[in-house]
């Protein structure tokens, strides 16, 4: 699995109109079920008075993905959210898109783009964000190998968190995971030892 993926810097909002119907689409960074489904609530009381309330999700960690209708003809929003959202190439992402019916129906195939191009142009005026699986590593380090080691950070492959200094002084370092066979072999050739 890669350690490296994009997500969102922060939420986003647009509202149009189609065919007098009208699409608000709400984007935001989420790490889980749990905490989609507290802003999903959160969406609905905000817009109560919504006909719909149409969402999706992708997750990075477990590669869950997850759509819903709310209530649309199957298949005409929460897949078409879903394809914006894998179109994008974001995960730890969630579009909900609130419609408010306007008395002209789209049929499935307007419902589909509706949704989709709502979804797919919240995403383009969001702000994305890199993202990095890390690994966290600690090294002893002696007094006279300091200056080699602040020669290893890196960002954003290695960033040095913390330093402890003492009887025995304690590097710790977020090291991307595809990188850290190098930066162990990297603290073997300065004699470094990993804690």
Known sequence: MSDHYRTLAAPAELRHKIERSEFL???FPVTS????FAELERIQKRFYDATHHCWAFRL?????????????PSGTAGKPILAAIKGADLFDV???VVRWYGGIKLGTGGLSRAYR????????????????VYE?????????????????VSPPDVVLVEEKYGDQNVFSFDVRTSRVPAFMARLSELRLTPQ
């Open 94 to 96: 969630a579009v909900v």
């Open 60 to 72: 990075f960690a477990d590669s869950r993905a997850r759509s819903s209708d709310a209530g649309e």
């Open 136 to 152: 966290r590593v600690h090294v002893i380090v002696p007094f006279d190998a300091l200056g080699n080691v602040y020669r290893l």
């Open 33 to 36: 079920e749990e905490k989609f």
């Open 25 to 27: 689409g709400i984007a």
């Open 117 to 132: 191009e709502t979804a797919a142009e919240t995403l383009r005026n969001a702000t994305p964000r890199d993202r990095y």
